[in-house]
Nanobody
Framework: QVQLIESGGGLVQAGGSLRLSCVVS????????MGWFRQAPGKEREFVAG????????YYADSVKGRFTVSRDNTKNTVYLQMNNLKPEDTAVYYC?????????????????WGQGTQVTVSS
């Protein structure tokens, strides 16, 4: 099995920064991508950012482009989401997920494994 453990969420004022981490453990795969999603109360889960594990190609939702950066450390089996200039509308539970694909996909249904989520709250 595969386990994804997120950490790094919290409460921050608008304009502040947070860095989320997601450690991947268990079964390994030759090819996969990692995605970050978020879900605010009463809203559907939405794609935030993704990264291919082997090459490190990235892709971002328009709403976070220029503010968020996704990266990975292969030696630590960890993917990060650096979030800068946070806004109240970024408030949500953030999830990391693993997709057994070579390319980054924004559809949450494509992802096979999910973390438990970490809460990010941005106050105005």
């Amino acid at each position: 099995q595969v386990q994804l453990i997120e950490s790094g969420g919290g409460l921050v004022q608008a304009g502040g920064s947070l860095r989320l981490s997601c450690v991947v453990s268990g079964r390994t795969f030759n090819t996969y991508t990692m995605g970050w999603f978020r879900q605010a109360p009463g809203k559907e889960r939405e794609f935030v950012a993704g990264i291919t594990w082997s090459v490190g190609s990235t892709y971002y939702a328009d709403s976070v482009k220029g503010r968020f950066t996704v990266s990975r450390d292969n030696t630590k089996n960890t993917v990060y989401l650096q979030m800068n200039n946070l806004k109240p509308e970024d408030t949500a539970v953030y999830y990391c997920a693993l997709d057994l694909a070579r390319t980054i996909r924004a559809n949450s249904g494509s992802y096979s494994y999910w973390g438990q989520g970490t809460q990010v709250t941005v106050s105005s």
